[in-house]
């Protein structure tokens, strides 16, 4: 019992250590293309490299702190910018446009 379960737990290590190299766990320093720019519909847009765990929602928050969105105005908007690209399969090392926003007024 006792060499099952070391080996159990050597195995679960492996995992660990081969999934982390792979697709990483920790947050990476992506720098942010500052060039902004307005799509044919009027939406202004920045180009990001999506990193390693970056998905949709969190791109716009890094780069719309102030807020002034909704979850579906996120989908749309991205969808609208991005063509024939599903905002969940978001894939590391690509470029994507992701929509700005101004905050929302009360």
């Known amino acids: ?16 250590v081969a999934y982390d190299l792979k697709i990483g766990t920790l947050p990476q320093a992506q720098p942010v293309n500052a060039e902004i720019q307005k799509s044919k519909k009027n939406n ?6 999506a990193g390693p765990g970056d998905t ?3 791109v716009v928050e890094k780069i719309n702190p102030e807020g002034g969105y909704t979850i ?8 609208e910018l991005n063509p024939g690209v599903n ?3 978001i894939q590391s090392g690509k470029t ?3 929509p700005l ?4 007024e009360r």
Not at 1 to 16: E, S
Not at 72 to 79: G, L, N, P, V
């Open 1 to 16: 019992m006792k060499r099952f379960l070391t080996g159990c737990t050597i195995l679960l290590i492996l995992y660990v």
């Open 44 to 49: 202004t847009y920045k180009r990001y490299e």
């Open 56 to 58: 949709l929602i969190s």
């Open 72 to 79: 579906s105005s996120m989908i749309k908007d991205f969808t």
């Open 87 to 89: 905002p969940e399969n």
């Open 96 to 98: 994507y446009k992701f």
């Open 101 to 104: 926003y101004k905050k929302a």
